[in-house]
Structures are given as structure tokens and as C-alpha cells.
């Protein structure tokens, strides 16, 4: 199956005016596509399809020399989407393809990437200092901030507002039953609550187990207090080491049920890609950390998800917390706002709710295509 990895690139100015251009002859053409199609249609109610197009691009390449100032593929992958539009129209009653103004038209899709298997580059590849590369645009700049997991398909070039990004689609291991997008939850894990799911689920850390973890503390303090080697340290050790594996037993019992139920009732999970090594070397945060065992969680729930057929998406932690998840204004706060008061669109949600509903848009831009 395929997933998308997401990452800003940082063309240059020149570069910047050189992917508009590519994009906007892109939208040319696909406009030009449809205009044939829908003409060839009233005049002969005759079809007009992708292998027409590729011919008229030939003709149309040779009266406007300038598009072969762009790579071709992208350009003949617009057949594609215009095929996808019409598809959509008839099986799954969305408007009638229109035409596309440049604000519509965002993305352009490079249908292969890297080395065929000659060696030889394909329209877009890495270049040896591991940017984004191409002959008539030269290397582009790349923030690689997450290692990508799986062989690459092909690459969406998007622009969103000023900003420039490069979208892989990514083969991971097919799952043996096809996943549903449609049944899909986001998770957020957190110091207060144990879990605050994005369908507003909240799962409390359990009572028993606070209960149980008071008591391990209380122990570890009074043997802390012991004479070394002396008898009565030797029993509280014993007592300390008895109390650890029941709490740590209760935990993961807690931990399994918990991440079958989420499993077994989606089909898509999406979690945050948390570095838990690197947070819980901050001391504040890490004894509820280890203690909610969100590493084996984590690991619980990926085990439990592809045995069921389903799918774990690990996504970016960054401004989950932050982001609105209404309107997508950024509304920074602290960790001890608990709750998401947005200036703009003033929805007022629970933070870790807010949070949660993000995780899962973050989840579903991987999963589903986005052009
Ligand atoms: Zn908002």
C-alpha cells in the first residue's frame, strides 16, 4: 500500500518561478484536455481519451515550444487526474470536472522517482548531496526531518501559500485486508488523562493502578531509609520487588486491552511519532511518562493493528497541540492550558481533544493522495 511523506523543500527565487511556470502549464494543459474532450463530445458524442490527449500534447508541444521547458511526465500525468475527476463524477457523484483557476491547481505528479533499473535518472531524483534533483531546474533543497520508511512511488510537488513541498508516496508492506480510510482514529497520549481519542473518547489512566504505583513509592522511600545489607533491608526489598511486578503486570494488562479495543474497533490508527528516550530525559515529565508505558503502548497497538488488518500511521508531534482543528490557526499555549480557545474561527475544545483530531488529519493527509 501506499503512504505520503511530507517535507518542506526550499527552492530559490529563480527556482520558485520556475515550478509556477511548470505548474501553470500543467494547468494549461489540463485545462486544454478538458475543453477537447467536452468539444469532441458535442460534436461527435465520440469519447476523448488519455491516448487522444497524449497526441494532442505531442501537436501542442510542437506549436508551444516552451513545454518542453518542463519534464514530460508531470505533464502527461494530468491525464491522469483529469481521468480520476471524470470517475469521481460518475461513481461517486462529485461536480462535473471544471475548468481549474491557478489558486485550484496546487500540485504536479512525477510518476517516478529516482533510477530505473539501467541506472539512469528519472525526471526527479536525489542528487549526491541528497537534495531534490532535475536537469532543467537543478537541485533543490530539501528538510529530510524524518528518515523515509519504504521504497518511493512517485513525487507530488505542492504548493501551499508561499511554501513549496515535496510529497512522496511511499510502498510500505501490503496489509492482507484493505484498510478503510473512512474508519480511522487519531490518539492523544498525555500526563492527565491517559488517551483523549479524536471521537472524543477520553481513557483515564485506571484507579487501581494509581493506587498500586502510590504504594510502590512509599516503599521505595522507606527502603531507601534501610541500613544496607541489613535484614529488614533484604525483606523491603523483596516487598519493593513483589509490589513492582504486580503494578508493572496491571499495567500491561491495561495496556493490552486497552490498544485491542482501539485496534480491533479501527481500521486506521494514528499515533505521534514521539522521540520517548529524548522526553523522558526531561525529569519533570518522565515518571508519569514511563509509568503510562506509552513506548509499549505504542508497540502494542502496531502488533495488534496489523494483525487485525489495520494500520498504524506514526505522524510529526509538531503544533498538534497548538494547531486549531476547525480552522488550522495556530494558537500557541502553554502546557498548562488545558483548553484550545481559537481567536478565529472560536471553537473552544478540550486541548487534548484538539490535539487528537489533528493527529488524525496528519494520519489521513499520509494515507490518502493528495494532489
Ligand atoms: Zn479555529
Known amino acids: 500500500m501506499l503512504l505520503n511523506q511530507k517535507y518542506e523543500i526550499f527552492p530559490t527565487k529563480e527556482q520558485k518561478e520556475i515550478l509556477e511556470r511548470w505548474l501553470y502549464y500543467c494547468r494549461h494543459t489540463y485545462n486544454s484536455a478538458l475543453l477537447d474532450k467536452q468539444r469532441k463530445y458535442k460534436q461527435s458524442k465520440e469519447s476523448y481519451g488519455q491516448t487522444d490527449m497524449q497526441k494532442q500534447l505531442v501537436l501542442d508541444k510542437q506549436t508551444y515550444p516552451f513545454l518542453q521547458d518542463m519534464p514530460s511526465q508531470p505533464l502527461q500525468e494530468v491525464f491522469v487526474r483529469l481521468k480520476k475527476a471524470y470517475e469521481n463524477f460518475f461513481h461517486k457523484n462529485t461536480k462535473y470536472p471544471k475548468l481549474k483557476k491557478h489558486k485550484e491547481y496546487n500540485s504536479m505528479t512525477f510518476p517516478q522517482f529516482g533510477f530505473n533499473s539501467e541506472g539512469h535518472r528519472f525526471a526527479m531524483s536525489f542528487s549526491e548531496n541528497g537534495n531534490l534533483y532535475n536537469t532543467k531546474i537543478g537541485e533543490i533543497g530539501i528538510l529530510l526531518h524524518r528518515e523515509i520508511e519504504g521504497k518511493i512511488k512517485q513525487l507530488i510537488m505542492k504548493r501551499q501559500g508561499t511554501k513549496w513541498f515535496a510529497i512522496f508516496s511511499v510502498e510500505r508492506q501490503a496489509s492482507p485486508v484493505q484498510v478503510d480510510p473512512s474508519n480511522a482514529i487519531g490518539i492523544d497520549v498525555g500526563l492527565h488523562k491517559f488517551a483523549v481519542l479524536s471521537n472524543g473518547q477520553e481513557i483515564e489512566n485506571p484507579r487501581f493502578l494509581r493506587k498500586k504505583e502510590k504504594a510502590l513509592k512509599k516503599a521505595q522511600q522507606r527502603l531507601s531509609k534501610k541500613k544496607r ?13 513483589q509490589l ?3 503494578v508493572s503486570n496491571q499495567r500491561k494488562d491495561f495496556l493490552h486491552k486497552t490498544s485491542y479495543r482501539i485496534a480491533k474497533d479501527n481500521s486506521v490508527v494514528v499515533v505521534e511519532n514521539l522521540n520517548i528516550r529524548n522526553m523522558v530525559k526531561n525529569s519533570k515529565l518522565s515518571k508519569s511518562i514511563s509509568d503510562a508505558g506509552w513506548g ?8 495488534k493493528c496489523e494483525k487485525n488488518g489495520g494500520l498504524l500511521i506514526k505522524v510529526e508531534p509538531s503544533y498538534t497541540s497548538q494547531d486549531c482543528s476547525e480552522c488550522g490557526n495556530r494558537v500557541e499555549k502553554s502546557l498548562s492550558i488545558r483548553t484550545h ?23 489521513l493527509e499520509e494515507l490518502l493522495v493528495t494532489t
Open 244 to 246: 513492582h511486578s504486580k
Open 341 to 363: 480557545v481559537c481567536s478565529k474561527c472560536g471553537i473552544v475544545l478540550d486541548r487534548d481533544y484538539n490535539a487528537s483530531i489533528n493527529i488524525l488529519h496528519k494520519g
Open 296 to 303: 509499549m503502548f505504542r508497540n502494542m497497538l502496531a502488533y
Open 229 to 241: 545489607g541489613s535484614s529488614n533491608y533484604i525483606k523491603q526489598v523483596n516487598k519493593v520487588r
